[in-house]
C-alpha cells in the first residue's frame, strides 16, 4: 500500500508537468505572433520588407551611448540587489558581510536566466552550505524577499498611476484597486504573523516562515525604501533608452509602467515574451522601435548579469567546495 501511492502520482505529475509546458508554449508562440503581425503590417506601410525594416530600426538607434547607460545601470542594481540580500538576512538570522553576499548573489543571475526564483533558491542553497545557516531560515528569507518585491512594485505602480493617469491605457485603471487590496492584504498578512490575528493559528509557526514571525512593521518598509533607488534609476534609464531608440518618453510615463513590466518579466518564461510585448501594445506608434527595443533592453540586462555571476564564479566555488 505504502509504494502505491507515489507510483500512482507520477503518471498525474507527469501529465500536469506536460500540460503546464503546452500552455507556456502557447502563451510564448501567442506573443510572438502578435509581434509578427504588428510588425509586418508596419512594414508594409513602409513598403518595406521586414528583414529591411528592422534593420533600419536597429541602424537608427545610438549604440554607444545606450551601452554606456545600461552597464552603469546593470552595475548599479547589482549593488542594491546585493544590499537587499544582505540586509534581510541581516534582520533575520545572522550578520553576514555585504561582500560576502556579492559572490552568491552574482552567481545566482546565471542561474536566474532561466528562472528568477531559482536563482534566489540557489542563493539560499549556497548560505546553508558556506554559513552553516538553517536551510529553512535561509528559504524564509528568500521567500520574504520575494513577497515585498510583488507589494514594492505595486506601490510604485500606483505612485505613478497617480501622477500619469492620463496617458496610460484604460487598463490601468485597475492599478488604484490593486494598490487598495494589496494594502489590505498586507495589513491582514502583517496583523496575522504578528499573532494580532487568529492567534492560535498554528501555521506561522511552521519554519518556512520565520522571517514573516520575526518581521515588524517598519521592515517592510525599509525593504521598500531599500529597493526603491533600483526602480528610480530604472525609470531614468528606460526613459533615456527609449529616445535613444528614436521613442518620445518621459518619466512620467514609465513610472506606472515599469513596475507591471518587470514584473511579468520576473515571471518564467512565457511571460518573460510577454514583458517584450507589452511595449509594442503600450507604444503603438512605433512597433519598431517598441519591438526592439523591448527584446534588446530586457536580453542584454539578464545577460550582462549573468556575466557578472561569472565573474564571482570561481570565488563562489571556492567558497563552498575549497578549490
Given at each position: 500500500?505504502?509504494?502505491?501511492?507515489?507510483?500512482?502520482?507520477?503518471?498525474?505529475?507527469?501529465?500536469?508537468?506536460?500540460?503546464?509546458?503546452?500552455?507556456?508554449?502557447?502563451?510564448?508562440?501567442?506573443?510572438?505572433?502578435?509581434?509578427?503581425?504588428?510588425?509586418?503590417?508596419?512594414?508594409?506601410?513602409?513598403?518595406?520588407?521586414?528583414?529591411?525594416?528592422?534593420?533600419?530600426?536597429?541602424?537608427?538607434?545610438?549604440?554607444?551611448?545606450?551601452?554606456?547607460?545600461?552597464?552603469?545601470?546593470?552595475?548599479?542594481?547589482?549593488?542594491?540587489?546585493?544590499?537587499?540580500?544582505?540586509?534581510?538576512?541581516?534582520?533575520?538570522?545572522?550578520?553576514?558581510?555585504?561582500?560576502?553576499?556579492?559572490?552568491?548573489?552574482?552567481?545566482?543571475?546565471?542561474?536566474?536566466?532561466?528562472?528568477?526564483?531559482?536563482?534566489?533558491?540557489?542563493?539560499?542553497?549556497?548560505?546553508?552550505?558556506?554559513?552553516?545557516?538553517?536551510?529553512?531560515?535561509?528559504?524564509?528569507?528568500?521567500?520574504?524577499?520575494?513577497?515585498?518585491?510583488?507589494?514594492?512594485?505595486?506601490?510604485?505602480?500606483?505612485?505613478?498611476?497617480?501622477?500619469?493617469?492620463?496617458?496610460?491605457?484604460?487598463?490601468?485603471?485597475?492599478i488604484p484597486w490593486l494598490g487598495l487590496?494589496?494594502?489590505?492584504?498586507?495589513?491582514?498578512?502583517?496583523?496575522?504573523?504578528?499573532?494580532?490575528?487568529?492567534?492560535?493559528?498554528?501555521?506561522?509557526?511552521?519554519?518556512?516562515?520565520?522571517?514573516?514571525?520575526?518581521?515588524?512593521?517598519?521592515?517592510?518598509?525599509?525593504?521598500?525604501?531599500?529597493?526603491?533607488?533600483?526602480?528610480?534609476?530604472?525609470?531614468?534609464?528606460?526613459?533615456?533608452?527609449?529616445?535613444?531608440?528614436?521613442?518620445?518618453?518621459?518619466?512620467?510615463?514609465?513610472?506606472?509602467?515599469?513596475?507591471?513590466?518587470?514584473?511579468?518579466?520576473?515571471?518564467?518564461?512565457?511571460?518573460?515574451?510577454?514583458?517584450?510585448?507589452?511595449?509594442?501594445?503600450?507604444?503603438?506608434?512605433?512597433?519598431?522601435?517598441?519591438?526592439?527595443?523591448?527584446?534588446?533592453?530586457?536580453?542584454?540586462?539578464?545577460?550582462?548579469?549573468?556575466?557578472i555571476g561569472l565573474l564571482f564564479w570561481?570565488?563562489?566555488?571556492?567558497?563552498?567546495?575549497?578549490?
Open positions: 500500500m505504502t509504494t502505491a501511492t507515489p507510483q500512482s502520482e507520477q503518471p498525474a505529475n507527469k501529465k500536469s508537468g506536460t500540460l503546464g509546458r503546452i500552455i507556456f508554449a502557447f502563451i510564448t508562440l501567442l506573443c510572438f505572433a502578435y509581434l509578427y503581425y504588428r510588425l509586418n503590417g508596419a512594414a508594409m506601410r513602409e513598403g518595406l520588407t521586414l528583414v529591411a525594416y528592422m534593420t533600419q530600426v536597429f541602424a537608427t538607434v545610438q549604440w554607444g551611448a545606450w551601452l554606456l547607460i545600461m552597464v552603469s545601470y546593470s552595475l548599479f542594481y547589482f549593488s542594491i540587489d546585493t544590499l537587499v540580500v544582505s540586509r534581510a538576512l541581516n534582520w533575520f538570522i545572522t550578520d553576514i558581510r555585504y561582500r560576502d553576499i556579492l559572490p552568491v548573489r552574482a552567481s545566482a543571475y546565471i542561474v536566474s536566466l532561466f528562472n528568477e526564483q531559482v536563482g534566489k533558491g540557489g542563493m539560499a542553497w549556497y548560505l546553508h552550505r558556506r554559513h552553516q545557516v538553517p536551510g529553512w531560515e535561509v528559504g524564509s528569507v528568500m521567500l520574504f524577499i520575494m513577497f515585498c518585491e510583488v507589494f514594492y512594485l505595486l506601490a510604485w505602480a500606483s505612485v505613478g498611476y497617480a501622477f500619469g493617469s492620463d496617458e496610460l491605457p484604460a487598463a490601468f485603471s485597475l487590496a494589496g494594502a489590505f492584504v498586507l495589513v491582514i498578512w502583517i496583523a496575522f504573523f504578528r499573532g494580532k490575528l487568529l492567534p492560535n493559528n498554528n501555521l506561522r509557526d511552521k519554519p518556512i516562515f520565520h522571517a514573516f514571525r520575526a518581521a515588524r512593521p517598519w521592515h517592510y518598509f525599509a525593504f521598500f525604501l531599500l529597493r526603491s533607488p533600483a526602480l528610480l534609476a530604472a525609470v531614468a534609464v528606460y526613459t533615456a533608452a527609449l529616445n535613444l531608440f528614436g521613442v518620445e518618453a518621459s518619466m512620467l510615463n514609465l513610472l506606472p509602467l515599469l513596475p507591471v513590466i518587470f514584473f511579468a518579466a520576473a515571471v518564467p518564461t512565457p511571460m518573460r515574451a510577454a514583458a517584450i510585448t507589452f511595449w509594442v501594445v503600450l507604444f503603438p506608434d512605433n512597433e519598431g522601435q517598441m519591438a526592439a527595443f523591448g527584446f534588446v533592453q530586457h536580453n542584454f540586462f539578464i545577460l550582462f548579469n549573468a556575466a570561481r570565488r563562489a566555488q571556492r567558497d563552498l567546495f575549497g578549490s
